[in-house]
């Protein structure tokens, strides 16, 4: 294991036994900061301490005493002018640090607290759960760093503010705290899938980040469908990464991919996971996209797909979600089905609605099902249409690639 | 020192880069590819970005209340800004030279204000401003 990897699983363990003893998750969250930087200069040159937790709790904890001590003399200082009886400094350095395998799922819920912003969460839970800098996640979102310094420490105040105590949530609340945890991770995995901005489609590192933190969840609560769902449906869509793009970093879709790039490993593993996750009992959007994600990576071309079920799952996601991405697909499994005509038929509905009206995708949909109904000059213009209005430029380089090889066999 | 290229597109460069024929547009994609990987090669390249289409850009300003108003592109806009390097550079003979070189992605004809064929599009060269100069004594 690399120093960098071994820092990261560390982060967390270091981070929890700093907050349970101070109660103090902002000051811990710095002093481990300071600690992993430590570590990060010194382990690769002096080599790895033979209890490498134990070092990053006793350095992170000594700069957290420093830190309180200089907050307590100053505190002091004032406390003695306004009324002469000292504030004592805590005996943190005395005791034996504790250890609970539930840490790193307690952070999770303190850093996906429904309060944050979830721009504050993710890179919160980036620095405090994924132990990365705030120098690399700054790198991985292609913003400045005092950006995400920022969001960090406003994320640390809210935290403050809102006063969650350092446990896990109660039984009544749980479910209601989990959704957020794994929004952002999910948050984060896409983040990565599919770069908001700029010119390259993948951000490897983040996707990767987001199935490391999703297993240690999935460990620490098995039998919970909705964490075994999501893990399964990152897998199941990381599983197609090599694929998804060519040499210039041009997307090339889903029926388009050399399927021989899929990694195997990662579909056994996700299409286990799946049929677990559906086994657990309530079946959740991520367990029924799981399903979905594992009919297409099992299947050796786009015309072998189970077309029929991937219908079925979308009408019950449907039922699920008014997200209008999950309209789109559902009217494109319509269109495998039953015939381009009737997936065009659904797609008119969506002519009014006020979430899909100008959105690239509608068009970009609609052109693709008028190009395998035989409406050339239709489809050239909508893929056009399409391409004015995206704002990845993959995939518009990908929409006027379309049209403009339809438009030369139009000749 | 840093210099910004903005890459300026006449009114109906969009319209006309939006039906380029396959093969200039394979040959645009891949050399914008090539330039960019061969600028962080050298270690030039600050960043770069390229804008989404101007019909969906807006024209906002504050209200009396404070509020934005928004309005659409004015129609008499000439040219669009349609993407930009920022390149640190050891002069501004450098910076020249990669901008002269950015100017020669293909590309179709396209036709100018004046509505003449402009071979290649002209690239503006900026620096950037620095932050405060050392005390001097």
Same mark, same amino acid.
């Given at each position: 294991?690399?120093?960098?990897?071994?820092?990261?699983?560390?982060?967390?363990?270091?981070?929890?036994?700093?907050?349970?003893? $101070?109660?103090?998750?902002?000051? $811990?969250?710095?002093?481990?900061?300071?600690?992993?930087?430590?570590?990060?200069?010194?382990?690769?040159?002096?080599?790895?301490?033979?209890?490498?937790?134990?070092?990053?709790?006793?350095?992170?904890?000594?700069?957290?005493?420093?830190?309180?001590?200089? /907050?307590?003399?100053?505190?002091?200082?004032?406390?003695?002018?306004?009324?002469?009886?000292?504030?004592?400094?805590?005996?943190?350095?005395? =005791?034996?640090?504790?250890?609970?395998?539930?840490?790193?799922?307690?952070?999770?819920?303190?850093?996906?607290?429904?309060?944050?912003?979830?721009?504050?969460?993710?890179?919160?839970?980036?620095?405090?759960?994924?132990?990365?800098?705030?120098? =690399?996640?700054?790198?991985?979102?292609?913003?400045?760093?005092?950006?995400?310094?920022?969001?960090?420490?406003?994320?640390?105040?809210?935290?403050?503010?809102?006063?969650?105590?350092?446990?896990?949530?109660?039984?009544?609340?749980?479910?209601?705290?989990?959704? +957020?945890?794994?929004?952002?991770?999910?948050?984060?995995?896409?983040?990565?899938?599919?770069?908001?901005?700029?010119?390259?489609?993948?951000?490897?590192?983040?996707?990767? /980040?987001?199935?490391?933190?999703?297993?240690?969840?999935?460990?620490?609560?098995? /039998?919970?469908?909705?964490?075994?769902?999501?893990?399964?449906?990152?897998?199941?869509?990381?599983?197609?990464?090599?694929?998804?793009?060519?040499?210039?970093?041009?997307?090339?879709?889903?029926?388009?991919?050399?399927?021989?790039?899929?990694?195997?490993?990662?579909?056994?593993?996700?299409?286990?996971?799946?049929?677990?996750?559906?086994?657990?009992?309530?079946?959740?959007?991520?367990?029924?996209?799981?399903?979905?994600?594992?009919?297409?990576?099992?299947?050796? $071309?786009?015309?072998?797909?189970?077309?029929?079920?991937?219908?079925?799952?979308?009408?019950?996601?449907?039922?699920?979600?008014?997200? +209008?991405?999950?309209?789109?697909?559902?009217?494109?499994?319509?269109?495998?089905?039953?015939?381009?005509?009737?997936?065009?038929?659904?797609?008119?509905?969506?002519?009014?609605?006020?979430?899909?009206?100008?959105?690239?995708?509608?068009?970009?949909?609609?052109?693709?099902?008028?190009?395998?109904?035989?409406?050339?000059?239709?489809?050239?213009?909508?893929?056009?249409?399409?391409?004015?209005?995206?704002?990845?430029?993959?995939?518009?380089?990908?929409?006027?690639?379309?049209?403009?090889?339809? =438009?030369?066999?139009?000749? | 020192?840093?210099?910004?290229?903005?890459?300026?597109?006449?009114? !109906?460069?969009?319209?006309?880069?939006?039906?380029?024929?396959?093969?200039?547009?394979?040959?645009?994609?891949?050399?914008?590819?090539?330039?960019?990987?061969?600028?962080? !090669?050298?270690?030039?390249?600050?960043?770069?970005?390229?804008?989404?289409?101007?019909?969906?850009?807006?024209?906002?300003?504050?209200?009396?209340?404070?509020?934005?108003?928004? !309005?659409?592109?004015?129609?008499?806009?000439?040219?669009?800004?349609?993407?930009?390097?920022?390149?640190?550079? !050891?002069?501004?003979?450098?910076?020249?030279?990669?901008?002269?070189?950015?100017?020669?992605?293909?590309?179709?004809?396209?036709?100018?204000?004046?509505?003449?064929?402009?071979?290649?599009?002209?690239?503006?060269?900026?620096?950037?401003?620095?932050?405060?100069?050392?005390?001097?004594?």
């Amino acid at each position: 294991m690399t120093v960098e990897r071994l820092l990261r699983d560390l982060a967390p363990q270091a981070l929890a036994a700093l907050v349970r003893r $101070s109660h103090d998750f902002a000051a $811990s969250e710095d002093a481990v900061q300071e600690a992993l930087i430590a570590a990060a200069d010194q382990w690769p040159r002096q080599g790895v301490p033979e209890q490498p937790l134990g070092w990053l709790i006793r350095v992170a904890l000594r700069r957290l005493t420093d830190a309180l001590r200089s /907050e307590v003399s100053r505190r002091n200082r004032e406390a003695v002018v306004a009324a002469g009886s000292p504030v004592a400094v805590d005996p943190l350095l005395h =005791e034996e640090p504790t250890l609970d395998p539930n840490d790193t799922l307690v952070l999770l819920f303190m850093c996906c607290h429904p309060a944050l912003t979830p721009a504050s969460a993710v890179a919160l839970t980036l620095r405090a759960v994924g132990g990365l800098t705030t120098a =690399e996640i700054a790198k991985a979102f292609l913003v400045p760093e005092a950006t995400i310094g920022q969001r960090i420490s406003r994320a640390k105040q809210s935290i403050r503010a809102s006063g969650v105590p350092f446990r896990l949530p109660e039984a009544a609340e749980y479910a209601e705290r989990l959704g +957020p945890v794994l929004q952002v991770l999910y948050l984060i995995f896409n983040e990565g899938y599919t770069a908001s901005t700029g010119a390259t489609l993948l951000r490897t590192d983040l996707s990767s /980040e987001a199935i490391r933190l999703n297993r240690q969840v999935h460990r620490l609560l098995p /039998e919970n469908g909705d964490v075994a769902g999501l893990l399964a449906l990152l897998l199941l869509t990381d599983a197609r990464r090599a694929a998804r793009t060519g040499p210039q970093g041009e997307l090339i879709p889903l029926d388009e991919q050399d399927r021989a790039l899929w990694d195997r490993q990662a579909i056994a593993e996700g299409v286990a996971l799946t049929n677990a996750a559906l086994a657990m009992g309530s079946v959740g959007a991520y367990q029924v996209q799981a399903a979905i994600a594992a009919l297409h990576d099992e299947a050796e $071309s786009v015309a072998d797909t189970d077309w029929p079920q991937i219908l079925a799952l979308y009408e019950m996601l449907k039922g699920m979600s008014d997200n +209008p991405v999950v309209a789109l697909s559902h009217a494109i499994a319509t269109a495998m089905v039953e015939g381009p005509r009737a997936g065009l038929t659904l797609l008119a509905l969506f002519q009014d609605d006020e979430s899909l009206r100008g959105s690239h995708r509608l068009d970009a949909v609609r052109a693709h099902l008028l190009e395998r109904a035989g409406e050339r000059a239709g489809a050239v213009e909508l893929y056009r249409k399409a391409a004015a209005k995206t704002t990845s430029m993959p995939e518009r380089n990908y929409l006027l690639m379309k049209a403009a090889r339809m =438009e030369e066999a139009l000749g | 020192m840093k210099y910004m290229l903005i890459m300026n597109t006449p009114r !109906d460069g969009y319209t006309q880069y939006m039906s380029w024929p396959r093969k200039i547009l394979e040959a645009n994609i891949a050399f914008m590819h090539a330039f960019g990987k061969k600028l962080k !090669d050298t270690g030039e390249l600050v960043g770069a970005e390229g804008l989404a289409a101007p019909t969906e850009a807006r024209l906002v300003r504050a209200g009396k209340d404070g509020k934005p108003i928004t !309005d659409g592109v004015f129609p008499e806009s000439k040219e669009f800004l349609a993407g930009y390097w920022i390149v640190d550079v !050891d002069s501004s003979g450098r910076a020249f030279q990669i901008a002269a070189e950015a100017s020669t992605a293909p590309g179709a004809p396209v036709k100018g204000a004046d509505g003449k064929l402009i071979e290649h599009l002209w690239i503006e060269v900026r620096q950037i401003m620095s932050g405060p100069p050392k005390e001097v004594g």
